[in-house]
T-cell receptor
Framework: DVKVTQSSRYLVKRTGEKVFLECVQDMDHENMFWYRQDPGLGLRLIYFSYDVKMKEKGDIPEGYSVSREKKERFSLILESASTNQTSMYLC??????????????FGSGTQLSVL | DAKTTQPPSMDCAEGRAANLPCNHSTISGNEYVYWYRQIHSQGPQYIIHGLKNNETNEMASLIITEDRKSSTLILPHATLRDTAVYYCIVQKGSARQLTFGSGTQLTVLP
C-alpha cells in the first residue's frame, strides 16, 4: 500500500523556536507538497517540489522554507515559529504528470501548536 | 480553475446510497473533476476523477452531466466509516493548482 509518512502526529513548540516537519514517501513520486489546513480556510499550499533540490513557492510561503535533498523526503522548516503558524500541516506526493492528471496522496498530518 | 459549489452537510442511512452533488458551472473543456474525502483528523484521500464520461472504481461512482456543469459522487452502500468531508475539485493542470474548498460533511447514520 502506498504511503506518505509524517514524522509527528502532534507537536507543541514555543514562539521563536526552529521547527522541522518531516515527510517521507515510498512511492518514488517526483512531486511533493506541503499544505496547511485551518478551519474555514481549506487547504493552502505552502511550498512544492518537482524534483530533488527543486522547490517552488505556493500561495503562502512567508515564514516557511523547505528542503528536498532526497527524492523520498521533503522537509518543512519554520525558521522562527509564531503563534499564527499553529495549524494542521499536511504533506502530499504525486507522480509527475504524464498526460493523465496527477492525483495526490496525503500523509495523516501534523497538528502543530505554537505557544 | 473553475469554482465548485457543494452543500455544507448531508446525512445518509447506513447501507443506503449516498449521492453527493457538486456544481461546477464554469468548468472549461480541459478541466477534470476530482473527488477527495477527509476523515476526521486524517489527511485527504483520493476517491475518483473524470473528464466527461462516468467513472466507477472500487470506492465510488462519478456521474458527470452531459454539459459538464455538475457532477454527483455516489457511494453505493454507505457505511459508518464513510462519514467524512467530501471535496469536489476542478483541476486543469498539475496538482499544485488544486484548490480545496469547504466540501460536504457527510454523516452516515446507523
Amino acid at each position: 500500500d502506498v504511503k506518505v509518512t509524517q514524522s509527528s502526529r502532534y507537536l507543541v513548540k514555543r514562539t521563536g523556536e526552529k521547527v522541522f516537519l518531516e515527510c517521507v514517501q515510498d512511492m518514488d513520486h517526483e512531486n511533493m507538497f506541503w499544505y496547511r489546513q485551518d478551519p474555514g480556510l481549506g487547504l493552502r499550499l505552502i511550498y512544492f517540489s518537482y524534483d530533488v533540490k527543486m522547490k517552488e513557492k505556493g500561495d503562502i510561503p512567508e515564514g516557511y522554507s523547505v528542503s528536498r535533498e532526497k527524492k523520498e523526503r521533503f522537509s518543512l522548516i519554520l525558521e522562527s515559529a509564531s503563534t499564527n503558524q499553529t495549524s494542521m500541516y499536511l504533506c502530499a506526493s504525486s507522480p509527475r504528470m504524464t498526460g493523465k492528471r496527477e492525483k495526490l496522496f496525503f500523509g495523516s498530518g501534523t497538528q502543530l501548536s505554537v505557544l | 480553475d473553475a469554482k465548485t459549489t457543494q452543500p455544507p452537510s448531508m446525512d445518509c442511512a447506513e447501507g443506503r446510497a449516498a449521492n453527493l452533488p457538486c456544481n461546477h458551472s464554469t468548468i472549461s473543456g480541459n478541466e477534470y473533476v476530482y473527488w477527495y474525502r477527509q476523515i476526521h483528523s486524517q489527511g485527504p484521500q483520493y476517491i475518483i476523477h473524470g473528464l466527461k464520461n462516468n467513472e466507477t472504481n472500487e470506492m465510488a461512482s462519478l456521474i458527470i452531466t452531459e454539459d459538464r456543469k455538475s457532477s454527483t459522487l455516489i457511494l453505493p452502500h454507505a457505511t459508518l466509516r464513510d462519514t467524512a468531508v467530501y471535496y469536489c475539485i476542478v483541476q486543469k493542470g498539475s496538482a499544485r493548482q488544486l484548490t480545496f474548498g469547504s466540501g460536504t460533511q457527510l454523516t452516515v447514520l446507523p
